[in-house]
Nanobody, 121 residues
């Protein structure tokens, strides 16, 4: 009953910036933490950043100091500000939400469809 829609991906030159957004819509799920994952061609999907309900954030080492995750609970939206982008950041970026189904009290993971980020000259 909840959908995640990512936006903000595209083509950017090395050293440039992009801001990804992920908006959640729907009902029956109370979202706790949200995160961004990425998967480059031929590689495994990896966690990029995660933010908890109290705004505590964690990052994978490769993006620390360059990426910032944030959320707007009123808008049910999570953001990923990506600065100093490198070619190795090129991947499909996926938004994920972890929450609890309000009617069934079960944990659920929800995934967006992904947005392409390409860093190239």
């Amino acid at each position: 009953q909840v959908q995640l829609v990512e936006s903000g991906g595209g083509l950017v030159q090395p050293g440039g910036s992009l801001r990804l957004s992920c908006a959640a819509s729907g009902t029956f799920v109370r979202i706790n933490s949200m995160g961004w994952y990425r998967q480059a061609a031929g590689k495994e999907r990896e966690l990029v950043a995660r933010i908890s309900s109290d705004a505590s954030a964690t990052y994978t080492d490769s993006v620390k100091g360059r990426f910032t995750i944030s959320r707007d609970n009123a808008k049910n939206t999570v953001y990923l500000q990506m600065n100093s982008l490198k070619p190795e950041d090129s991947a499909v970026y996926y938004c994920q939400a972890l929450g609890v189904r309000t009617e069934f009290a079960t944990t659920v993971a929800i995934w967006g469809q992904g947005t392409q980020v390409t860093v190239s000259s």
